[in-house]
């Protein structure tokens, strides 16, 4: 079992930045990636970022490219996603996920981020 526990969501303005953070625990040994993923008002859960356990590789969404920068913190066991520039369409319940064996298999509860125009 992974356990996986979101901070950092909340109402900010557009053009302003947040950061989230995910504490990682239990038996990672398994584990490969970490992935933040999004789920809006009426639409389907969505990938965000992805980084490697190592930390070494990294992979974005189009949408979010050039703005948000997904980072491990080993020495804490953490896994953040720093969110600058945000937009209203950036609205949405963000979630950690540990993936093991090509899928993501354990989920964190999630933190709103809430962008204003």
């Known amino acids: 079992q992974v356990q996986l526990v979101e901070s950092g969501g909340g109402l900010v303005q557009a053009g302003d930045s947040l950061r989230l953070s995910c504490a990682v625990s239990g038996r990672t040994d398994s584990t490969n990636a970490l992935g933040w993923f999004r789920q809006a008002p009426g639409k389907e859960r969505e990938f965000v970022a992805r980084i490697s356990w190592s930390g070494g590789n990294t992979d974005y969404t189009d949408s979010v490219k050039g703005r948000f920068t997904i980072s491990r913190d080993n020495a804490k066991n953490t896994v953040n996603l720093q969110m600058n520039s945000l937009k209203p369409e950036d609205t949405a319940v963000y979630y950690c996920?540990?993936?093991?064996?090509?899928?993501?298999?354990?989920w964190g509860q999630g933190t709103q981020v809430t962008v204003s125009s």
């Open positions: 996920a540990a993936r093991i064996l090509g899928r993501y298999r354990y």
